[in-house]
């Protein structure tokens, strides 16, 4: 918690000496806790002082990276308890389970199945960005190679395990890859503990209750953990909620520093469905990392949405690429069309093209992601920026025929477009679904 500039002149000399450029060490704290000025332009600052203001500033909750390179996941670093209070910073990562008991073949087909995962949503891609490598086997040696094989995959890897022996063993081969130790508990801290500090990767602690846990993380700091991830290994689902939503309200209101890390969740019990309302809930309250065991479309799908959904900045709208689209498969005599880059807009009048069956262009103007009428009356949709729009994505090169259908709403703008642009401006419809109509009766008249 910031402190105050009162909490900041008891920590200062209190000589009045004016070397910091202020005429008194108040003047000096007041212009401090306003973040105007640095500790270092007081040369008399104690080393007590410095500590303390540099605890006081770190972020509430720490960041936490595991995995590399492309695979490198982020979590932590939030700051609020809800989304419209701000935003919410790093989408949990989905991990999917990698049994240690499954044969080569099936360890293989399973990795190459997390692997090939590619949804999409809105234009924006929805990653499985990890894998969970467990220990039923209870075999270090099975448990190291199905680490080395899901290392292989490409994905940030989580090792779960409770025996130091087949972590160690694990990280000898994947170590160099950050992977993410799961989990250390009150009576294994010291061993996982001394593994993940000398394996530099981050680990996480487990307990079944908030006042354990910040035992535990203490504990593991001292054996020499740069970077935690909370588990609260609670008895049923309504105490692992509460428990977490207590965690996250003492980390970020009461800035409890030994609770004030990321959480990873277990929502890997039960039939696919289950595993899919679970893991919403948690990515509702508040994990950072959820690891699941169904591999089934259907399921991951809908965790993916609720991810992607809870994640978006609610002050800024989702915005879709800004160039030509192709809707169909579309060649030089089909129609041309524009509309705004605001995401609602454009897959509403991309789906209504699709169901026309009449292969489009759409050129996806830059309207800082709102909808026409509204980029029309905040001067952000003009002719002028529709005509440079066709210019920057070379609309000539699509099309042979120099006619661009505009929304009925700015038919305002259809004259002076056509002179800006040189093209045979048509007004198509006000509403977005009558564009089939409209391609069909009027275009293909
Ligand atoms: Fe006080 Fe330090 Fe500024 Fe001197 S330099 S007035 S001791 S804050």
């Known amino acids: 918690m910031a402190m105050s500039g009162l909490e900041i002149f008891k920590l200062l000399p209190k000589t009045n000496c ?45 960041t936490v990276t595991f995995g590399t390179g492309d695979a490198a996941c982020q979590v932590g670093g939030e700051t609020v308890l809800f989304r419209h209070e701000e935003k919410f910073h790093r989408p949990t990562v989905l991990a999917v389970t990698v049994p240690d008991d499954l044969d080569e073949a099936a360890l293989k087909e399973r990795c190459e199945t997390i692997q090939g995962f590619a949804f999409e949503r809105i234009g924006q891609p929805m990653p499985i960005e990890a894998m969970a490598v467990t220990n039923p086997s209870g075999d270090a040696a099975r448990f190291a190679g199905a680490a080395e094989a899901a290392g292989a995959a490409g994905k940030a890897v989580i090792l779960v395990t409770e025996d130091p022996d087949a972590a160690k063993a694990a990280l000898e081969k994947v170590g160099d890859s950050r992977p993410l130790l799961c989990c250390a508990t009150t009576e ?27 035992d535990l993380t203490e504990q593991l700091k001292e054996a020499g953990c740069a970077e935690i991830v909370l588990h609260l ?21 009461q800035s409890f520093r030994p609770l004030g890390y990321p959480v990873l969740a277990f929502a ?15 990515i509702c309250k508040y994990a950072g990392i959820v690891v699941v065991e169904t591999v089934e479309p259907w399921a991951l799908l809908p965790i993916l949405t609720t991810r992607q959904n809870l994640y978006t900045d609610p002050q800024k709208p989702v915005q879709v690429e800004p160039k030509v689209h192709a809707v169909g498969d579309p060649d030089a005599s089909s129609p041309l069309m524009f509309t705004t880059n605001f995401s609602l ?21 830059d309207t800082e992601g709102t909808s026409v ?56 419809p006000r509403e977005s679904s009558q564009i089939p109509r409209y391609l069909k009766e009027v275009w293909k008249a």
């Open 268 to 282: 890997d019990d039960g039939e696919p469905d289950t595993q899919a309302v679970r893991a919403s809930t948690l």
């Open 188 to 214: 294994t801290a010291e061993a996982m503990g001394a593994a993940a500090a000398e394996a530099s990767c981050p680990v996480v602690a487990r307990a079944p209750d908030p006042e354990t846990l910040a």
């Open 373 to 428: 009428l509204t980029a029309y009356s905040g001067d952000k949709l003009s002719a002028e920026s529709v005509a440079k729009a066709m210019q920057d994505a070379d609309v000539d090169s699509c099309v042979n025929h120099k006619k661009l259908i505009i929304p009925g709403y700015v038919a305002v703008m259809s004259g002076k477009l056509e002179e800006k642009s040189g093209w045979e401006i048509l007004v198509g």
């Open 18 to 62: 004016k070397e910091c450029g202020h005429p008194t060490c108040l003047a000096f704290a007041m212009a401090l806790a306003q973040k105007k000025v640095s500790l270092d332009d007081c040369p008399y600052a104690s080393d007590e002082a410095r500590e303390q203001l540099a605890a006081a500033a770190a972020p509430p909750m720490q």
């Open 345 to 365: 807009t454009y897959y509403t009048v991309e789906g209504d093209v699709e169901a026309s069956r009449v292969p489009s262009w759409i050129l996806c103007v």
């Open 233 to 253: 290994d609670a008895p049923d689902p309504w105490s692992e909620l509460t428990g977490l939503s207590r965690i996250r309200n003492l980390a970020l209101r």
